[in-house]
């Protein structure tokens, strides 16, 4: 069922234009820093297991969305939308990482998505004012819009 439910978000058909060139995964950056999965390897496994391998690893969470894959992709496969999907299945599945859930929680807290407290000091000795306010109620109802209130209690 959950396989159904991405193929309604995203097009399978779209994948099979990849002739495995590898130019998003030479470009990519989250490629260059950490063994992420890779876009080449994402439409691999979705094309020729399940999705469902995708979804499982935490290697998803990696990809930082740049679009850059996208950009060198010479068949315009939007690679970006397919691990937005894939996150969302991730997400919807109970799948998400404890830095992300950590993030999300500190977000609905504070409105901010890291702890900036020491941050003032140092605006302060480049000659910055301090950050201003962020309206904490505005930022859980869009949380709570996207249905992340499911995910993660805050």
């Given at each position: 069922m959950i396989g159904m439910k991405l193929w309604q978000h995203f097009s399978r058909e779209a994948l099979y234009e990849c002739y495995q060139c590898a130019r998003c995964t030479g470009s990519c950056p989250a490629m260059e820093v950490s063994p992420a999965i890779g876009p080449r390897e994402t439409i691999l496994k979705c094309l020729n297991h399940d999705h469902e391998d995708v979804v499982k690893d935490e290697r998803l969470w990696l990809c930082c969305t740049c679009h850059v894959c996208e950009d060198r992709c010479p068949q315009k496969i939007?690679?970006?939308?397919?691990?937005?999907?894939?996150?969302?299945?991730?997400?919807?599945?109970?799948?998400?990482?404890?830095?992300?859930?950590?993030?999300?929680?500190l977000l609905a807290k504070t409105g901010r998505s890291m702890i900036v407290h020491q941050l003032d000091d140092m605006r302060a000795y480049h000659g910055l004012g301090p950050l201003p306010p962020v309206p904490v109620d505005e930022v859980r109802d869009i949380l709570k819009a996207t249905g992340l209130d499911e995910v993660v209690e805050f």
């Open positions: 939007p690679i970006s939308e397919l691990l937005v999907a894939l996150r969302n299945h991730a997400v919807r599945r109970g799948n998400v990482p404890d830095r992300l859930i950590m993030a999300i929680e």
